[in-house]
Structure formats: C-alpha cells, structure tokens
C-alpha cells in the first residue's frame, strides 16, 4: 500500500509540471485571440474610413451630455446591485450596500479581463464577502446572466423598423411567456431526474450542471425582473445619449447602436476590455436603420472608454471599501 501511494505521489508530481505549461499556453492562446477579435473587428468597423474622418467625426459634447450619462449608469449600478440584494435577501441576511458593492467588484473584472474571464469573480465575491454558499453562488450568476440575455433580446424587438407598436408588444409577451413556461419544465426535468446516474460524456455533464444550476437559482419575483428592465433601460437612455452628442445621431439610432454594443458583449468570445467587439455592436446597433453608420467608429470607442472607466472607477471604489481580512473570517465563522 505505501509503494502504491508513493508511486501514484511520484506520478502526480511528474504529470503537475506538464500540466503548468499547458496551462499558460492555453492562457497565452486565448490572449492571443483576444487581440487579434479586437483588432480584426476595429479594422472592419474603420473600412473605407481615414483615420482623419474618423477622429473629426467626434463632436464635443455640451456639459449635460456628461453629466447626464454619469448619473445614468450610477443608477444602473444601483438597479443592479438591488436585483441581487432582491434573490439572495429571500435566503441570506445580506444588506443592499453589500450586494452593490459585489456588484461594482464584479462588473470591474467583466470589464478588464478578456474572453468573460471577469464572471468567475461573482460566485467567489458572494461566498466570500457574503457568506453565501458557492453552489448557490454560481446559481446566481447563471440565472442572472439568462436574465440579462432575455431583456436585451426583448428590448431588440422595440427597436425593430417597421413593426406596429402593437405587433411589439406581442412578441415581447410571448418571449416572455414562452421562457417563463421553459424556466418551469426545466424545473421539473431536475426534479424528476433526481438523483440518476451522471453521463459518460463530459459535455453533456457539464450541459446538465448548466441546467441544475439555472433551476435551482432563487426567483426574486417581479423586483428582480423590475430591477433588472430598469438597470439596462437606464444604461441604454445614458449611453444612447452620449453618443448621439458625440456622433451627432438620432437618440433613436444612439440607443440602437449601445444596445448592439451590451448585446455584444453578452458573446464568450470578447477583446481585451471588450474592444472590438462592442464597437462592432455598436457599428450594427446603428446600421439597424441604415444611417450614419460608417462615422460611428469614433465615438463608439469614446462611449466605450466612458463605460469602462465608469466602471473601473466604481470598482475602485468598491475595493477600498470591501471589509477587511478579519471582517471577512468573522462573516465565514457565523456562516460555517
């Protein structure tokens, strides 16, 4: 038995090395790609563009056009960080100002690391500056990233040309019945498969972990949904304005072209810090309606570099307020 055990010691430390450098090629594969979805997306965005009438394309902004977008996304942040307060409430005794603060830290990794790297941060914010166990944690997130798809799907139906308002409506209704009643079967399939023996394959162990997940992530009622609706409408309306200032759109083209850059972003496959594809969302979010769209390039990376830094400086500011170590030990000592 000791021969055994040092025998499968030596092998593990024999295979570990191998294991690292796979590892940082894998990490450097994906940097790679990352610039290279950016810079490819840029140059398609800037074709038949000089980089002069790219860069006189911008406008200054009046005051106001400042202003109002920062207050926009303060309160998106703030509809945000009550949406989760509004699920994990129903189970934890978490305060408002804590689930804003995992929020902030959370969107501020998002931001910065590529190819959705940053969606790793929420599940291990909330168990550990919360105290909610990690299952429940990524729970949460799956449910809250479907949401989020859900709502910007659904606002994309608003902006379709040449679709009665009535007709709008209508299919926002059946979308949004028709997930409602798929969230409900999904709930029963995990419940009457229970505890059956897991795959052999491991796509379709991981596509049913997805599926658990997501059905046992708390339904925060019509708060959630009302948060939810009310922290993208919010940042749409900022964005859209400032870049309607900057590029001297409609705010109708302006709201289109953020809501082509969010939905973009929804994509696994990112830039560093989005860029590249949010300006290539932005760029069809305006070529919806067939106007303007080759001078968008500009200001689509100034509304970018706004949002991110709106964002950085939020988590900046979260960070210096996160509890410290010990504050962090006892939160886990009341929660073991």
């Known amino acids: 038995m000791v021969r055994e055990s040092g025998t499968e010691e030596t092998a593990q430390a024999q295979t570990a090395p191998a294991a690292r450098p796979r590892g940082r090629a894998g990490a450097a594969l994906k940097l790679v790609l990352a610039w290279a979805i950016f810079l490819g997306l840029l140059a ?59 929020m902030l830290l959370h969107n501020t990794a998002v931001n910065l690391v590529p190819m959705r790297g940053g969606e790793a941060a929420y599940p291990l914010l909330v168990n550990r500056q919360l105290g909610v166990p990690l299952v429940e944690a990524v729970a949460s997130l799956v449910w809250i990233r479907s949401q989020d798809t859900l709502l910007l799907s659904l606002m994309v139906v608003g902006f379709l040309p040449g679709v009665p308002v009535f007709a709008k409506a209508l299919l ?21 498969r229970g505890a059956a023996p897991a795959p052999s394959s491991r796509f379709l162990r991981m596509g049913l972990a997805a599926l658990e997940a997501l059905s046992k992530a708390p339904r925060h009622g019509v708060a959630g949904w009302i948060y939810g609706s009310a922290s993208w409408a919010v940042k749409l309306l900022a964005l859209g304005i400032l870049l309607s200032r900057l590029g001297g759109f409609s705010l109708t083209d302006a709201a289109a072209g953020a809501l082509g850059g969010e939905l973009a972003g929804v994509l696994p496959i990112q830039g560093p810090a989005g860029f590249g594809t949010y300006e290539a969302g932005v760029f069809a979010g305006v070529a919806l309606y067939g106007r303007a769209a080759l001078r968008v390039a500009a200001p689509a990376v100034a509304v970018h570099l706004f949002s991110l830094a709106t964002a950085v400086a939020a988590g900046a500011i979260a960070w210096a307020l996160s509890p410290s170590a010990s504050a962090r030990r006892d939160l886990e000592q009341r929660h073991a």
């Open 44 to 102: 398609w965005v800037t074709r038949k563009v000089s980089f002069g009438e790219l860069w006189s394309s911008l406008r200054p902004p009046p005051w106001w056009a400042l202003v109002l977008p920062l207050l926009g996304m303060t309160a998106s942040y703030a509809f945000r960080g009550l949406r989760i307060h509004a699920e994990l409430s129903r189970r934890h005794p978490v305060t408002r100002r804590q689930c804003l603060r995992v």
């Open 172 to 192: 926002v209704a059946v979308g949004l019945g028709t997930v409602l009643a798929l969230i409900a079967l999904l709930q029963r399939f995990v419940a009457r």
